[in-house]
């Protein structure tokens, strides 16, 4: 198949918001490595915004750091992926028994804000390319009006092996 960009969104177009009953249908991660709580803005193979709602209870907070309790950085870029996961689940309709989505690669990550307890991060993800089974993301994780974390990934479907 041939690579294509991205189709510009229609200004009337319909955007839908994604409970966590979906995201766990959609992908197979489970506490403690949920990073998803509920996402919104979802456009069919193009964007969606996931949401994470950072709590001290967070088991990484037990040490990243003590007494300065910080998100680690590559957990930002995971839930970006995992944001990423849901967008081309239900894009392809890909169900979680018997593929699996996998995070292939991740290129410019930068870190701009550290994330704390209490923060609300809203992952910004939109596909810049897909072709077939392989899709290639921007993402932008937000506090606020702040910046924490940016990368360009890519991940694919695979067939998950029987038991």
């Known amino acids: 198949m041939s690579q294509s960009k991205v189709e510009e969104p229609h200004a009337n177009e319909a955007l839908t918001n994604i409970d966590i009953a979906e995201i766990l249908n959609r992908i197979p991660h489970r506490y403690p ?48 992926a995992q944001t990423g996961a849901v967008l081309m689940s239900k894009s392809l309709e890909v169900a979680t028994e018997g593929k699996t989505i996998f995070f292939m690669s991740v290129d410019n990550a930068r870190f701009r804000t550290p994330v704390r307890p209490g923060d609300v991060i809203r992952m910004e993800v939109e596909v810049t390319r897909a072709r077939s089974s392989i899709f290639k993301f921007k993402g932008v994780a937000k506090v606020g009006d702040k910046v924490a974390a940016e990368a360009e990934f890519a991940a694919m479907v695979v067939e998950t092996p029987t038991k």
């Open 33 to 80: 490595f949920l990073l998803v709580d509920r996402a919104e803005a979802y456009r069919a193979h193009q964007s969606i915004v996931g949401i994470k709602c950072v709590t001290i209870n967070e088991p990484f907070f037990q040490g990243h750091f003590p007494g300065n309790p910080v998100m680690p950085g590559v957990l930002i870029i995971e839930a970006l």
